[in-house]
């Protein structure tokens, strides 16, 4: 039986959890896409979310990165 190095099972965690993110983020995305379409698809302009605020400030946040 042979032991991993620590960093190795770190390393890998930290992969795993990335592509989680990665995959949670895109799902997000298209949740938010979807909702836009259907909002601009059926006129309902005056329906304001805050979760579009959250998408406004999180793209900004992402270009400043």
Known sequence: VTLKPQNDIYYERYREAQKRARIAK?????AYLEAKEI??????DDVESEDDEFFQNS?????AS
């Open 26 to 30: 895109n799902l997000a995305l298209q």
């Open 39 to 44: 909002k601009n698809q059926y006129n309902l």
């Open 59 to 63: 793209e900004i946040q992402e270009e």
